[in-house]
């Protein structure tokens, strides 16, 4: 399957403008599928304790990392490569008071600016889909991990049924992921990179039911809020709309899905 050419530029833009609202109109602060529910299952399964040092790579809003934090009282850093998701960050970090427990950095998570055997944790919640070289940013989780470190993370996948070349290819044109790895890619990259598996966790049904949560939310409760996003621009939202089912009949097809990944560094 090609990956698309997709820039950091377009991805940006997305996530500065009305369809970033939009995603957390229905998603939250956290953006990502099943909110706090789904950050405390990952936490718990990879047994994130109070003063751990963790790194949440494509960090977004902050939103995992002011989470861990608040539950698990942990030194939180994050890195994304998107200049309006670090400065709006900053921002909640700030108006939180809890600017002493987060330092976010902007930069390129293929190419991480801490030192080797920085972090107890490598963190990433549905972000790493944005990521076209996946292999050279799991490389450099384990260059910053600790030994016995733990890399733990959920992520949008091709789904074991698998996608044909244009399901695939509408489905990332439309998110603006370059590719999706599937879960066989994911075992890989972390087995060659000194991992062992600890948790491999296809979590599609979930994130299926979550699909048609949110297209409920936007044709019901919320039309007018993300009407408003859009400037009431009737035939972008239903337009926006067909691009959401059919993400829908891919996810519950199995064709379409996420994963949760925990492992520990040998």
């Not at 500065?16 to 405390?40: C, D, F, N, T, Y």
């Not at 290819?169 to 370059?178: D, H, Q, V, Y």
Request: hydrophobic content about 40%.
């Amino acid at each position: 399957m090609e990956k698309l050419d997709i820039t950091l530029k377009e991805v940006s833009t997305v996530y500065s403008g009305p369809a970033g609202r939009l995603w957390e109109l229905v998603m939250g602060e956290q953006i990502h599928i099943g909110g706090w529910k789904s950050s405390m299952a990952l936490a718990e399964k990879a047994g994130i304790r109070k003063g751990m040092k963790i790194l949440d790579l494509c960090s977004a809003l902050a939103g995992g990392l002011r989470f861990l934090v608040k539950t698990h009282h942990i030194k939180a850093y994050g890195l994304d490569g998107t200049p309006y998701m670090v400065a709006e960050a900053r921002r909640r970090v700030k108006a939180e008071k809890l600017s002493k427990h987060i330092q976010l950095k902007l930069g390129d998570v293929t190419c991480i600016p801490w030192p080797d055997r920085s972090f107890d944790v490598v963190w990433g919640e549905d972000a790493w889909c944005y990521v076209d070289a996946k292999e050279k940013l799991i490389t450099e989780a384990a260059r910053v991990l600790k030994r016995g470190g733990v890399i733990a993370f959920t992520d949008w996948i091709e789904g074991a049924k698998g996608l044909k070349n244009k399901e695939a290819e509408r489905i990332n044109r439309f998110m603006k992921f370059p590719y999706m790895e599937s879960m066989k890619g994911y075992k890989k990259l972390l087995r060659d990179n000194g991992f062992d598996l600890k948790v491999a966790e296809d979590v599609t049904p979930d994130f299926a039911e979550h699909i048609t949560l949110y297209i409920k939310m936007l044709t019901g409760q919320l039309t007018y809020d993300a009407l408003r996003i859009i400037g009431d621009d009737v035939g972008l939202f239903q337009a926006m709309g067909a691009e959401m089912s059919f993400m829908e009949k891919m996810a519950h097809a199995g064709k379409f899905g996420r994963c949760r990944f925990v492992a520990s560094l040998r």
